[in-house]
């Protein structure tokens, strides 16, 4: 991801920083996740990173990128191509926040990392939650009228909400916090039915 000519380019050390930057961020959490802790780690000089990345915030998105991916792909797993929509959907509501349990607090805070564009609120877990909506009006399983970023971004808040406290307060226990999930969900999967 190093600048060349004003173009972005892939190399090793790029991924290198990255995958440093993951193993701190998940493991330690974001205020361990420095440029300094970083370039002493890898040896190398500030502008080894500041060639590469804007700033910290720009990494610790590339680590939320790679967080939600490997949530994403965990849930996914669990899909299957036979049931319906609502079931598959319910279903991958329920393995990425178990998954995001079962990791850690900080693991936590980067699924729920995200940026403001104009096109509304960014995050990978959101982007795809769109797209299988999506999937689901094509196939005619949720009404046409269905706004997918608007329902996305309704079920990821209350995911990312409700995990958020369960990380936050040991007394909360997981099954609460699944029920109380999965009757948001239900909400709003009523609302999107044919």
């Given at each position: 991801?190093?600048?060349s000519?004003?173009?972005?380019?892939?190399d090793e050390?790029?991924?290198?920083i990255?995958?440093l930057?993951?193993?701190?961020?998940?493991?330690e959490?974001?205020?361990?996740?420095?440029?300094?802790?970083l370039?002493?780690?890898?040896?190398?000089?500030r502008?080894?990173?500041?060639?590469?990345?804007?700033?910290?915030?720009?990494?610790?998105?590339?680590?939320?990128?790679?967080c939600?991916?490997e949530?994403?792909?965990?849930?996914?797993?669990?899909?299957?191509?036979q049931?319906?929509?609502?079931?598959?959907?319910?279903?991958?509501?329920?393995a990425?926040?178990?998954?995001?349990?079962?990791?850690?607090?900080?693991?936590?805070?980067?699924?729920?990392?995200?940026?403001?564009?104009d096109?509304?609120?960014?995050?990978?877990?959101?982007?795809?939650?769109?797209?299988?909506?999506?999937?689901?009006?094509?196939?005619?399983?949720?009404?046409?009228?269905?706004?997918?970023?608007?329902?996305?971004?309704?079920?990821?808040?209350?995911?990312?909400?409700?995990?958020?406290?369960?990380?936050a307060?040991?007394?909360?226990?997981?099954?609460?916090?699944?029920?109380?999930l999965?009757?948001?969900?239900?909400?709003?999967?009523?609302?999107?039915?044919?």
């Amino acid at each position: 991801m190093a600048f060349s000519k004003g173009k972005r380019i892939e190399d090793e050390t790029s991924k290198r920083i990255v995958d440093l930057a993951v193993n701190i961020g998940c493991r330690e959490g974001a205020d361990a996740l420095t440029v300094t802790r970083l370039c002493r780690e890898l040896n190398c000089d500030r502008r080894v990173i500041y060639n590469r990345f804007r700033d910290i915030d720009e990494i610790n998105f590339v680590v939320a990128q790679r967080c939600n991916e490997e949530l994403m792909a965990k849930a996914k797993a669990d899909l299957n191509p036979q049931a319906s929509f609502y079931e598959n959907f319910m279903t991958l509501i329920r393995a990425a926040f178990t998954y995001i349990y079962e990791k850690n607090s900080y693991f936590q805070y980067y699924t729920a990392l995200y940026k403001v564009t104009d096109a509304g609120v960014q995050n990978k877990i959101l982007q795809e939650l769109a797209v299988l909506i999506d999937e689901g009006k094509a196939v005619g399983d949720v009404r046409s009228d269905t706004d997918s970023y608007e329902a996305a971004q309704n079920v990821w808040i209350i995911m990312t909400g409700i995990g958020g406290i369960l990380a936050a307060n040991v007394n909360y226990k997981y099954q609460d916090g699944l029920d109380t999930l999965l009757y948001g969900i239900e909400a709003i999967a009523s609302y999107m039915r044919t």
